[in-house]
């Protein structure tokens, strides 16, 4: 079954099961990623020489050049969604991650293979990157489109719901191990565990993206199919007539995607620094945190629903401007545990301005024919500069002595995506989502031309 305009079921509980469905897949991909990041210390050795000062920003580098393949995964997964459906797309992408878990968990360590450890936890990683950004694209457009109506910020807030509980289960799983085995427990087999869950979580959302319904209808793809569809989608169509778009999402992105990461990968890592001789409570803090950030997201989404979604980019904007040198400067200097808490719990409220409404945001701006690639593409752009970075970045600076200066480039990047909102969005008016016979009808007109454009 399609979820069109004419055919979308005017239920909520349906919608809500299309969205548990499509947003499952980005809970194990997300799941992938952060067990990496989380568990980064435990493996750090078994891929790279422990005695080479540098082995640190090699683990994060590694982070780091997966978001390179985000944009080509985005393309060709936009493409692919745009032409052959959504659901065919996400289930492609999550079992390409899922995989590359595996090949992870079964990879022997340097001590066996030498250099070939690294190089094949590189190429993994190039290829969950690569699957990631067709995710993204794909998971953000179709439950856009399957949400009611009404509904749609609640709804596609779940996205970021899976996404921040990819984190949870990943921190999780760390808090676990460390309370029953320890440790050293970890750093010799528990890091495998953890990329082990994640290939087998792949098993489960095959079998739920089973029955999800496809956001398409079969008419649109069947003429894609056919050649009948009067445009298909292509980045040379994307580059001349939706430019604007794409780079609105690309600078909407910029400054999301680089608090996201600061605030959710950085600022958690150094709650576990500065609790160095209490792991557990280091761990146990940044987790409950990250539960509560998961838990915002559809409370973002809801209001959002009421005050419209350019508000709350503003909120964020604003708060992101004015936040991000508390977190990076004054938490490492923070010795009690409910005070590191709450400087952390305040700098994730801010950031669910962004998180709990980018999706439905991005949506709006792109009609169906190229909507995947057109969200995927941007976003992927902005997040391998800005995002992917930022965790190498902040680790080279603390290695340097130059933190402020990764502080000023965060609050700098913030601080332009605050300037586009204001002045690049409106909260009204027609979009490509709700009103795409009417936005198809002014394609050609000035107005389609000059921003501001309806979120």
Same mark, same amino acid.
């Given at each position: 079954?399609?979820?069109?305009?004419?055919? %979308?079921?005017?239920? @909520?509980?349906?919608?809500?099961?299309?969205?548990?469905?499509? *947003?499952?897949?980005?809970?194990?991909?997300?799941?992938?990623?952060?067990?990496?990041?989380?568990?980064?210390?435990?493996?750090?050795?078994?891929?790279?020489?422990?005695?080479?000062?540098?082995?640190? #920003?090699?683990?994060?580098? $590694?982070?780091?050049?997966?978001?390179?393949?985000?944009?080509?995964?985005?393309?060709?997964?936009? !493409?692919?969604?745009?032409?052959?459906?959504?659901?065919?797309?996400?289930?492609?992408?999550?079992?390409? &991650?899922?995989?590359?878990?595996? @090949?992870?968990?079964?990879?022997?360590?340097?001590? *066996?293979?030498?250099?070939?450890?690294?190089? /094949? @936890?590189?190429?993994?990683?190039?290829?969950?990157?690569?699957?990631?950004?067709?995710?993204?694209?794909?998971?953000?457009?179709?439950?856009?489109?399957?949400? #009611?109506?009404?509904?749609?910020?609640? @709804?596609? *807030?779940?996205?970021?719901?899976?996404?921040?509980?990819?984190?949870?289960?990943?921190?999780?799983?760390?808090?676990?191990?460390?309370?029953?085995?320890?440790?050293?427990?970890?750093?010799?087999?528990?890091?495998?565990?953890?990329?082990?869950?994640?290939?087998?979580?792949?098993?489960?959302?095959?079998?739920? %993206? +089973?029955?999800?319904?496809?956001?398409?209808?079969?008419?649109?793809?069947?003429?894609?199919?056919?050649?009948?569809? !009067?445009?298909?989608?292509? &980045?040379?169509?994307?580059?001349?007539?939706?430019?604007?778009?794409?780079?609105?999402?690309?600078?909407?992105?910029?400054?999301? $995607?680089?608090?996201?990461?600061?605030?959710?990968?950085?600022?958690?890592?150094?709650?576990?620094?500065?609790?160095?001789?209490?792991?557990?409570?280091?761990?146990?803090?940044?987790?409950?945190?990250?539960? /509560?950030? &998961?838990?915002?997201?559809?409370?973002?989404?809801?209001?959002?629903?009421?005050?419209?979604?350019?508000?709350?980019?503003?909120?964020?904007?604003?708060?992101?401007?004015?936040?991000?040198? #508390?977190?990076?400067?004054?938490?490492?200097? /923070? *010795?009690?545990?409910?005070?590191?808490?709450? $400087?952390?719990?305040?700098?994730?409220?801010?950031?669910?301005?962004?998180?709990?409404?980018?999706?439905?945001?991005?949506?709006?701006?792109?009609?169906?024919?190229?909507?995947?690639?057109?969200?995927?593409?941007?976003?992927?752009?902005?997040?391998?500069?800005?995002?992917?970075?930022?965790?190498?970045?902040?680790?080279?600076?603390?290695?340097?002595?130059?933190?402020?200066?990764?502080?000023?480039?965060?609050?700098?990047?913030?601080?332009?995506?605050?300037?586009?909102?204001?002045?690049?969005? %409106?909260?009204?008016?027609?979009?490509?989502?709700?009103?795409?016979?009417? &936005?198809?009808? +002014?394609?050609?007109?000035?107005?389609?031309?000059?921003?501001?454009?309806?979120?």
């Amino acid at each position: 079954m399609s979820i069109t305009a004419s055919t %979308r079921p005017h239920d @909520l509980r349906r919608s809500v099961s299309n969205t548990i469905k499509g *947003s499952a897949g980005n809970l194990v991909e997300w799941y992938d990623v952060y067990v990496y990041s989380t568990f980064a210390t435990a493996f750090e050795g078994h891929f790279f020489d422990s005695s080479d000062q540098n082995s640190q #920003v090699y683990v994060w580098a $590694t982070f780091a050049i997966t978001f390179l393949m985000r944009p080509v995964g985005s393309w060709y997964f936009g !493409r692919f969604a745009d032409r052959h459906g959504r659901r065919a797309a996400l289930t492609v992408s999550v079992t390409l &991650m899922a995989a590359c878990s595996l @090949l992870v968990a079964v990879t022997p360590t340097r001590e *066996s293979i030498g250099v070939w450890a690294a190089v /094949i @936890l590189i190429l993994a990683r190039l290829l969950q990157g690569f699957a990631t950004g067709g995710e993204y694209g794909t998971s953000a457009t179709y439950m856009s489109e399957a949400a #009611v109506p009404g509904h749609r910020g609640f @709804l596609s *807030s779940f996205q970021y719901v899976t996404l921040i509980g990819g984190q949870v289960l990943a921190q999780l799983l760390w808090v676990i191990l460390l309370t029953t085995a320890g440790k050293d427990a970890i750093d010799s087999w528990g890091w495998r565990l953890a990329f082990f869950i994640g290939a087998l979580g792949a098993l489960v959302v095959l079998w739920l %993206r +089973r029955t999800m319904d496809e956001s398409l209808t079969q008419e649109s793809l069947q003429a894609v199919r056919t050649g009948e569809a !009067r445009t298909t989608g292509s &980045m040379v169509e994307l580059f001349r007539s939706y430019w604007r778009e794409l780079l609105t999402v690309f600078l909407v992105t910029m400054g999301g $995607t680089v608090a996201f990461y600061t605030y959710t990968v950085n600022a958690p890592s150094i709650v576990k620094t500065a609790f160095t001789s209490d792991a557990v409570t280091g761990a146990v803090l940044t987790l409950v945190a990250l539960v /509560i950030l &998961m838990c915002l997201q559809p409370l973002g989404g809801w209001i959002a629903d009421k005050v419209g979604r350019r508000t709350l980019l503003i909120f964020f904007g604003i708060g992101g401007t004015l936040y991000t040198w #508390v977190l990076i400067l004054v938490l490492p200097k /923070i *010795s009690s545990g409910p005070v590191a808490f709450v $400087t952390l719990l305040v700098g994730f409220v801010f950031v669910t301005g962004y998180t709990s409404i980018n999706a439905i945001v991005k949506s709006k701006l792109f009609p169906t024919h190229i909507r995947a690639l057109g969200v995927g593409f941007g976003y992927a752009l902005a997040n391998s500069v800005f995002g992917g970075t930022a965790p190498l970045l902040y680790a080279a600076a603390k290695a340097g002595g130059h933190v402020p200066w990764f502080v000023i480039y965060v609050t700098a990047a913030i601080f332009l995506s605050l300037i586009v909102y204001v002045t690049m969005l %409106r909260g009204h008016g027609p979009n490509w989502l709700d009103d795409e016979e009417e &936005m198809h009808a +002014r394609a050609d007109s000035p107005e389609h031309k000059h921003f501001p454009m309806g979120v």
